[in-house]
């Protein structure tokens, strides 16, 4: 458990700017295996079958719901891909990295 997860998402207000590249490249070490791909925090996570898949999906969307922050979820047989980025903001915020640390708990 990193002290992200124990963060909770806020609302990005007109105010919030966004992270630079630099912020976001340091902070990534605290969100193993996420990667930043074309401006957003990305991970993609296998499974032995498509029943794991789907339920790892709904998990994801149960985080997305209780945080108020929704990822693109791309997802296939054995395989899923998680992409955030704080689209109010045009870029990666503190709530992209909150998000991605929870659902690294979940695997």
């Given at each position: 458990m990193t002290e992200w997860t124990q963060k909770k998402c806020e609302p990005c207000e007109g105010k919030t700017e966004p992270m630079r590249e630099d912020e976001v490249r340091k902070l990534l070490p605290?969100?193993?295996?996420?990667?930043?791909?074309?401006?957003?925090?990305?991970?993609?996570?296998?499974?032995?079958?498509?029943?794991?898949?789907?339920?790892?999906?709904?998990?994801?969307?149960?985080?997305?719901?209780?945080?108020?922050?929704?990822?693109d979820i791309m997802f296939g047989y054995k395989q899923c891909t998680i992409r955030y980025a704080t689209h109010a903001i045009g870029g990666i915020s503190a709530n992209d990295f909150i998000c991605a640390a929870k659902i690294n708990d979940l695997s």
């Open positions: 605290e969100v193993a295996g996420w990667e930043w791909v074309d401006g957003a925090l990305e991970k993609t996570f296998a499974f032995k079958n498509y029943y794991q898949t789907t339920a790892f999906v709904n998990a994801v969307v149960w985080i997305a719901h209780r945080e108020d922050h929704h990822p």
